[in-house]
């Protein structure tokens, strides 16, 4: 069964933090790709982090230095860990996985969240 269920979006001011969970099923959990993506309204869908089965990462450079992402195999659970957060990383928040190599591409991940709301006030 293909389940990802994504916790812990918030409105926070600028330089606040919060933690993104993706609580996913075993068998979405042991894809090869997880990763984040964000949907601010009228803008395109992108990619904000991902991480493949390996544990290796790969940031979009607007989180660079400020998001982790990272996953707890005992809890199939993926993470984004979001700090000195602004009011740009405003968006829908989406956890998606893919058996696929990673991509920075949305249209290529087969299993999504139906996403959190971070809100971020300046």
């Known amino acids: 069964q293909v389940q990802l269920v994504e916790s812990g979006g918030g409105s926070v001011q600028a330089g606040g933090s919060l933690r993104l969970s993706c609580a996913a099923s075993?068998?979405?959990?042991?894809?090869?790709?997880m990763g984040w993506f964000r949907q601010a309204p009228g803008k395109e869908r992108e990619g904000v982090a991902v991480?493949?089965?390996?544990?290796?990462?790969s940031y979009a450079d607007s989180v660079k230095g400020r998001f982790t992402i990272s996953k707890d195999n005992a809890k199939n659970t993926l993470y984004l860990q979001m700090n000195s957060l602004k009011p740009e990383d405003t968006a829908m928040y989406y956890c998606?996985?893919?058996?696929?190599?990673?991509?920075?591409?949305?249209?290529?991940?087969?299993?999504w969240g139906q996403g959190t709301q971070v809100t971020v006030s300046s």
């Open positions: 991480i493949d089965s390996d544990g290796s990462t």
């Open positions: 998606a996985a893919d058996y696929g190599w990673c991509s920075w591409s949305w249209r290529k991940y087969n299993y």
């Open positions: 075993a068998y979405t959990y042991s894809s090869n790709c």
